[in-house]
C-alpha cells in the first residue's frame, strides 16, 4: 500500500536538512567576527601582490570551449548504458546510438566550419 504517509519521514528528513544549512549560514552571520579591513579583501595568491586589475573580462573563447567539452563529455556518458546492454537492444539500439553519434558529429562539424576551435580568430 503506497500512501502518502510513506512520504513523511523524507519530507522530514529535507526539512531537517534546509533547517540545518539555513541555521548555520544565520548562525555564522551572526557569530562570525565583523572586522573587515582592505587587507583582509584583498586576494591572497601564493603571497604574490596583484599586479592590475583582477576583474579583467575572459576570452569567450574559454567559456565556448568549456560548453564544447561538456556537451562531448555527456555524449560519452549516454554511451554507457548502450555499452552494457548492446547485445539485449540489437540493431534498433544501433540504430539509435548510431543516430545519436550522427547528430553530434554534425554538430562538431558546425563547430568547426564556424571557427570557434580557432584560436587565431
Do not use: C
Not at 39 to 51: A, T
Not at 68 to 81: A, G, N, R, S
Not at 92 to 102: C, I, N, P
Amino acid at each position: 500500500m503506497n500512501t502518502s504517509l510513506d512520504y513523511i519521514p523524507i519530507l522530514i528528513l529535507f526539512l531537517l536538512a534546509v533547517g540545518f544549512v539555513v541555521g548555520t549560514i544565520v548562525a555564522t552571520h551572526f557569530l562570525g567576527p565583523k572586522r573587515s579591513t582592505d587587507e583582509k579583501l584583498d586576494n591572497f595568491e601564493s603571497g604574490i601582490e596583484q599586479v592590475g586589475n583582477a576583474r579583467r573580462p575572459f576570452s569567450i573563447k574559454y567559456y565556448l570551449v568549456a560548453i564544447l567539452f561538456v556537451l562531448f563529455d555527456v555524449e560519452v556518458i549516454f554511451f554507457y548504458p548502450y555499452a552494457v546492454n548492446f547485445k539485449e537492444l540489437g540493431w534498433e539500439g544501433f540504430a539509435a546510438v548510431s543516430t545519436f553519434v550522427g547528430l553530434f558529429l554534425i554538430m562538431y562539424l558546425y563547430v568547426r566550419k564556424k571557427g570557434a576551435l580557432d584560436w587565431e580568430k
